[in-house]
Nanobody
Framework: QVQLVESGGGLVQAGGSLRLSCAAS????????MGWFRQAPGKERAFVAA???????TTEYADSVKGRFTISREDSMVYLQMESLRPEDTAVYYC????????????????WGQGTQVTVSS
């Protein structure tokens, strides 16, 4: 059974930092692009960041998080380091795995985690 399990969410003050983790199991994800998406209250789920398959360091970020968030991967883990957090970063954050498709397109991702809540207070 394929599983993506996120962790690391929580409550943080504006300007603070958090690191989200995603543990992948059930198959080899080394050839998958791994992405992070988020869904804020009352809004649709949106792309945050993605990283190429293992051994390739290519990354892509949403404009709203460039310079503040960093995505990385190691073995079966994917991380999202979030700095200078803002209240508008408040959302449920999802880890996802992409085999073939466009990195920013939610519908192209094949596997999803259950999400982890990030709340940034002002």
């Amino acid at each position: 059974q394929v599983q993506l399990v996120e962790s690391g969410g929580g409550l943080v003050q504006a300007g603070g930092s958090l690191r989200l983790s995603c543990a992948a199991s059930g198959r080899t994800f080394s050839t998958y692009v791994m992405g992070w998406f988020r869904q804020a209250p009352g809004k649709e789920r949106a792309f945050v960041a993605a990283i190429g398959w293992s051994g390739h360091s290519t990354t892509e970020y949403a404009d709203s998080v460039k310079g503040r968030f960093t995505i990385s991967r190691e073995d079966s883990m994917v991380y999202l380091q979030m700095e200078s957090l803002r209240p508008e970063d408040t959302a449920v954050y999802y880890c996802a795995a992409l085999n073939v498709g466009t990195w920013v397109r939610e519908e192209d991702y094949e596997y999803w985690g259950q999400g982890t809540q990030v709340t940034v207070s002002s």
